[in-house]
């Protein structure tokens, strides 16, 4: 179940949430509710990834100097490895009783796994920790189900006052049609438009009009495939439609950095914080490019926008050498078949 900023301070919560940026909106009001300015607590944030060393411990056992209260997030709690979890058990259990006040740090576990039928698959090694069920039955769990068609229109309007934009009703709907469901891509896009607003926040109807359509962007999915498989004729219409269109390229860039972190989370074992399609196909796709073949990306795309800022060359160009750089990448590394 979903619940509402509790009244309390609890000194742990256990959140389920697919979507980074609703997770990241709910923590960021869960740390004010302990105190904003110089009364908030120090936040420190770990990645179950990388294991959990010395800091992570030190932070959870031992005051500081200056005694001042601890909010701990740790991210991507379903790759805790067992060890680890069990290590964590008896504190758990000493948090799920406390109120986070004074020098007892909040721990806050973040599951950040896709949802499987409308409802997060909780890891096996979680429901066989005796302290999960007092914790579930104490109403430290969160359950944030990430965003939804339905929910666009609520999380745009909300975004977009923390930019500074002021959106019409129209406006609303026409973006929440538009923008891909996903709470960063969706924000990032807000973003760009806060640029063109005026003092008031207002913006014109023609920039909403010029936001890519989630339709576009799966097409843009689709020509990652092509180039994974080889398939030149798919490419190259693509590019040749949308020959001269800066709006296409820097699309292109973001939506190919957002495939390449999922590529990088797949051959690191982890769970992708984005939607992901084909995930197998993926993993197979990250572990032939490998470390250094998925940094290559990033690298190629950081070349392609740096020449067309710069003034090096249009955007017409600069796509078409990075679809042939991407080319002869995945060629190398025997994706290109």
């Known amino acids: 179940m979903t619940r509402d900023i509790p009244a309390g301070r609890n000194a742990l919560t256990v959140l389920f949430c697919p979507d980074g940026k609703v997770l990241k909106n709910r923590l960021e009001a869960l740390h004010t509710l302990h105190g904003q300015g110089s009364d908030a607590p120090e936040r420190h944030v770990f990645w179950a990834d990388e294991g959990l060393g010395p800091a992570f411990w030190e932070h959870l056992t031992l005051q500081g100097l200056l005694a001042k209260a601890k909010f701990l997030v740790l991210r991507n709690a379903q790759n805790l490895l067992k060890e680890h979890l069990e290590k964590l058990a008896p504190y758990l259990r000493a948090l799920a009783w406390a109120k986070a006040e004074g020098t007892t740090p909040r721990l806050l576990l973040c599951f950040e796994g896709p949802f499987e039928k409308g409802a997060p698959k909780i890891p096996q090694i979680l429901q066989k920790t005796p302290e999960y069920e007092n914790i579930r039955q104490k109403g430290l769990v969160e359950i944030l189900p990430g965003l939804t068609p339905t929910g666009m229109p609520g999380f745009i309007k909300a975004e977009a006052a923390g930019v500074g934009l002021s959106l019409s009703a129209e406006q609303i709907r026409l973006l929440a049609e538009r923008l891909p469901v996903d709470g960063f891509s969706a924000s990032s896009e807000l973003a760009k438009l806060a640029l063109l607003a005026d003092t008031d926040g207002r913006v014109a109807d023609e920039a909403v009009r010029r936001v890519e359509s989630a339709e576009a ?108 750089d991407l080319f002869r990448l995945f060629e190398k590394t025997g994706q290109g078949r």
């Open 217 to 324: 962007s799966l097409s843009i999915f689709a020509v990652l495939r092509a180039l994974q498989h080889g398939d030149v004729a798919t490419v190259w219409r693509f590019t040749a439609e949308s020959a001269g269109a800066d709006a296409s390229l820097f699309g292109f860039l973001a939506i190919l950095r957002a495939e390449t972190g999922s590529l990088w989370q797949l051959l690191m074992g982890e769970s992708p914080s984005a939607r992901v399609w084909d995930v197998e196909t993926k993993k197979k796709t990250a572990i032939n490019l490998g470390a250094s073949g998925i940094a290559a990306i990033w690298d190629l795309a950081l070349k392609a926008e740096k020449s067309v800022k710069s003034g090096e060359k249009n955007p017409e160009q600069a796509f078409g050498l990075l679809v042939a």
